[in-house]
């Protein structure tokens, strides 16, 4: 029998909501199947309040949220009644602290983009003892683009916040937990363990909040949320305007394990990658986290029926926004959809390589004060050389994720799954495919994150077992094998390893 689920992908541009039906669980013959019945997306406005601080307000994105469900089951022909639970994913580490009474926010978010603490960050890791203490607790390292140190910046830069906070007036939450409040009238404050492994503030092996990292990062337990698993009935839908009374919140993921979950990588060495406006790599390494020695984190990449998986992950800050630099920067292109049909205008990029640090340089480098760079141009380089070596930047980002994945773990990719609206650029998945020589797979459904989101739903309602059953509603339509001669791959990756000495260089 079919089931309607509801999936809530809240992103840092814009919010997109899947109406999905399911069936075929719980041991029915003919097999698990899935399909959406209607999408809906809503965006709003980013906030820049000064340069490299990036914000948002939450009631733009609440308002989002509810504008993308109401498409979404309109689309579909159905009311909310139909919906038997609602899995939730979204942007990760984006730091949201509001009144406990009053329900609202204290100041705008600071998103997971935002460079504002990176002063705070810097002082804390000249202690090489503090760096590894954060490090073995976390498998994470002290950067601005976790939630921590954001916590503690609007705890200092609100007016009475600390003391509120103190007192157990006010809750922070990433906006997952942010969702859940809106969601259940106030009813629940929860995070789920993929989105607390996101903040420092929590020790990955118990899969708890460590009073000792709240100290250091100077942040009241008494805002902290109660931390839950990734498939569980963690409240129900209460005095909602979109949606009826009682719909049980069933699933909860950060976006980028929830995609590892929808792209069906229940496997240790499994891999995937999300092209969004960043780029995220993970592999599932198993029951055991493993600490990079290459420049990686390791992060819970789901706990279901209390039992936790860690993945390795690797994340470059600029990857679809690199294209809308083009866009909306250089003006370049009228759609980021045309890209493609531009860099394809020209054979090869001609010498001409970006290095899309827009916003510094993350993993492996870690690098905040790295500056964008492009070398190689000369006077025949036009607009589709740039649209090529932006392309071929963001593969370069990607492959030296992998490549420091691969030395963690000690083994090499079979293969890697893709998702994300960038990963529907053929010449993309191609040059990644042949750049980090490894056999890149794409669903017929490329919104995998929100599809996650669904089958964590389906597995906390009861609609499916676990992993087995939901394993099945993520088919491969596209595969993008190695192509390109070993000589020419090296020289790209000699082009790119200088091109990025001289962004690092760049102050």
Known sequence: MASVLLAIDQGTTGTTSLVVEVGGGAGAAGGVHSRTLGRGYAEFPQHFPQPGWVSHDVREIWASVEASVRAAL??????????????????????????????????????WQCRRTSPVCDELKKDPAVVARVRRKTGLVIDAY????????????????????????????????????????????????????????????QGQWDPDLARLFRVPTAVLPAIVGNAEIVGKTRGVSFLPDGIPIAGMAGDQQAALFGQACFSEGDAKCTYGTGAFALMNIGE?????????????????????????????????????????GLGLLASAKDVEALASRVASSEGVVFVPALSGLGAPYWDPEARGTITGITRGTTAAHLARATLEGIAYQVNDLLVAMARDAKRNLARLRVDGGAAANDLLMQFQADVANVVVERPSDVESTARGAAMLAAIGAGLYRGTDEAAGLSPISSR?????????REQHLSQWARAVGRTRSAR
């Open 480 to 488: 993008f094998v190695p192509a390109m001669p070993e000589a020419l």
């Open 146 to 205: 976790f939630s921590a140190t954001k916590i503690a910046w609007l705890l200092d830069h609100v007016a009475t916040a600390r003391e509120r906070a103190e007192r157990g007036e006010l809750a922070f939450g990433t906006i997952d937990c942010f969702l859940v409040d809106r969601l259940t009238g106030g009813a629940v404050h929860a995070t789920d363990v993929t989105n607390a492994s996101r903040t420092l503030l929590m020790d990955l092996e």
């Open 288 to 328: 055991k986290p493993i600490l990079s020695e290459h420049g990686l984190v390791t992060t819970a990449a789901w706990r279901i029926g209390g039992k936790a998986i860690y993945a390795l992950e690797g994340s470059a800050f600029i990857a679809g926004a690199a294209v809308q630099w083009l866009r909306d």
């Open 74 to 111: 309109a689309q579909a022909g159905l009311r909310g009644d139909a919906v038997v639970a609602i899995g939730i994913t979204n942007q990760r580490e984006t730091t949201v602290v509001w009144d406990r009474r009053s329900r609202e926010p204290i100041d705008l978010a600071i998103v």
